[in-house]
């Protein structure tokens, strides 16, 4: 008989009992690659990015950011959130200003070409959400996500 120590050992990879299978980032990774893999061939014809796509979502819910903001929304490097929003910015999709609180800051909103392309996106992704969480229920995908969020905040820097 297993005992629970040599159990959790099997996610442990500094553990001899140790099996990819049995470690949560490996379900993580692959999970996040195939979905990231589905996605840019969703998007890409709509010509749109994955990077693109979370700014749009980011800002359609929270409504005007900056673009410190949505860098850690993103949880992406402040410089590559820049490039990408005066990208989108030159392609109509967003809007930018000089915050009126801190002339520093840069805050960012979504255009009505955005919206539009929000709606695009919706439109040309929703068989890929309902297909990506078939066979769960709506009270295990909130377990899922109380889950992620836990580990995500166990890895918070120090």
């Keep these: 008989m297993s005992t629970p120590k040599k159990l959790r050992s099997r996610y442990d990879p500094a553990s001899e009992n140790f099996t990819k299978e049995e470690f949560p980032f490996y379900w993580l990774a692959m999970a996040h690659g195939r979905y990231t893999q589905s996605m840019e061939k969703a998007l890409k014809k709509l010509d749109l990015d994955i990077p ?5 979502f980011i800002l359609k819910e929270n409504g ?20 990408i929003v005066y990208r989108m910015k030159d392609d109509g999709l967003i809007d930018t200003s000089p915050s009126t609180e801190d002339g520093r800051v840069t805050q960012v909103r979504i255009t009505a070409a955005g919206r539009a392309a929000i709606e695009r ?21 909130q377990r899922l996500n109380r889950l992620l969020e836990t580990v995500f905040n166990n890895l918070e820097d120090n």
């Design 121 to 141: 996106i919706q439109d040309g992704t929703r068989d890929l959400f309902k297909r990506s969480f078939n066979g769960l229920t709506d009270a295990q995908i």
């Design 64 to 83: 005007e950011s900056s673009i410190s903001e949505i860098s850690t929304h993103a949880i992406a490097k402040l410089s590559t959130v820049t490039k």
């Design 52 to 56: 693109r796509w979370r700014v749009l």
